[in-house]
């Protein structure tokens, strides 16, 4: 008996810990953001400066100034991001960075006089000085030291002991690095030599990872580590990097995101509306969600409408995905973007230099319209799948159970005699409160100044989470709340779906849930709630 207790004490030891790793990678995808954020202005900046567009020289350096520095870009903008956004961590980030560049460049082999221009991390050094930078603010942001000494103590120390672990990594890197490296441009040329069906596997991973949030650590490699060239200020590495800096063999593991984000997703909302029971709450959720996608690039706010409701059809959709990025790579379109696949960057890039078949987007885009709108109709039908607007024998909930609760329908008998019922018992509350302070009835209501509505709901999402006892930490990413749980059992999916959420996720005492954009916002308002500051 006393084994098999130990062994399920075990057992929820690991549990515990694969939760803590499944957290942590999560906040370091949602981290990657912030650097990854800058890239937009600085490709339309570049693109813009080059001779066939604006030809404006200072225009173009511009651009290239944060493709050149990334990697310290990256070591700040993580260590901040992972810091809570602490402005110590960046410093820390960034005063690392400096010295881990300047001893790995010092120690590794040198060519006529300076470092081999041919070995290089890439964004890979910003990425290990940025989470080095975070683990030493977390640990030492608040420690004492002795009094003479006291001016350094706190977050003053963190950039100080960040410096000294930065010192020792760079020489550690600069002596191993020159041979790991030969066996990362090994995995790389590897990944490369496969050709369509290496970047039919990426495009299916980088989309199946996108519930979880790990598909920015995958974007990260493939992006800015995989493969070399060299461009007129040196090496660089990644797909996207290379591509902008014209090399003629880059742009495979972008150009298939074109078909899926103008063409297929706005054809798989046409089929959600087409086979909704209500199209004119699924029409109100898609529409303009398909625009967003054809013109920008940017998908989460279709995805969501179906990642959680119908994960069969999510599954079909990285499965398409994975095809088109094979499919582009087999007749040889190679096309970039600074922001994502949308038709914003596919006019910018399109007459770029190392650019090659874009007319094939075009045709090809129109028969990926057609797929998603078939493939995602028979699913829908045949599977009575609960996408937007298809209602209670879909979904159990009301058919625009997905808008916030501001854009939502009429209500049913029920729901409306519960709403009424509920603000019934409000008034007797305010009534009995006021009589309690010897105030005049409605006295309260009537002088209580009205509340910011983002903190009504997080103060909401808060209660639906379990209260403040149940929530050991929460992150905001850009769609979703990333957060630690006491009990995940305690958390009310359908309150949460009432409250706005897309979907809630639960993995262990790892939860997600998707609240779209407001979710910054709403996490902010929660930590304040966690601390006691209302």
Known sequence: MAAGAAGGEARAGRLRGGDRVLGAFQNFGRSLMLPIAVLPAAALLLRLGQPDLLDLAWMAAAGDAVFTNLPMIFAVGIAFGLAGGDGAAALAGLVGYLVFDGVFKTIIPQVDGGPDPDITMGVLSGIIVGLVAAGLYRRFSDIRLPDYLGFFGGRRFVPIVTALAALVLGAVFGLVWPTVQLGVNAVGEGIVGLGALGTGIYGFLNRLLIPVGLHHVLNTYVWFQLGTFEGPDGPVTGDLNRYFAGDPSAGFFMSGFFLVMMFGLPGACLAMIRHARFPKVASGILLSAAFASFLTGITEPIEFAFMFVAPLLYLVHAVLTGTALAIATLLNIKIGFGFSAGLIDYVLNFGKGNTTNPLLILMLGVAYFAIYYFVFGFFIKRF????????????????????????????????????????????????????????????????????????????????????????????????????????????????LKQLGAAGVVKRGKVAQVVMGTQSDRIAERINRLLKGGG
């Open 384 to 495: 009575d799948l609960a996408t937007p607007g298809r209602g209670e024998a879909g979904t159990g909930l009301a058919a625009d159970w997905i808008l916030p609760e501001s854009q939502r329908g009429p209500r049913g008998d029920e729901e409306r005699e519960a709403a009424r019922e509920a603000e019934r018992e409000a008034e007797h509350e305010a009534e009995h409160e006021a009589e309690r302070e010897g105030a005049p009835a409605g006295a309260a209501t009537a002088t209580a100044p009205e509340r910011d509505r983002d903190d009504v709901l997080a103060e909401d999402v808060l209660g639906a989470l379990g209260g403040r006892e149940n929530v050991e930490s929460v992150e905001g990413c850009i769609t979703r709340l990333r957060l630690f749980v006491d009990d995940p059992d305690r958390i009310d999916d359908a309150r």
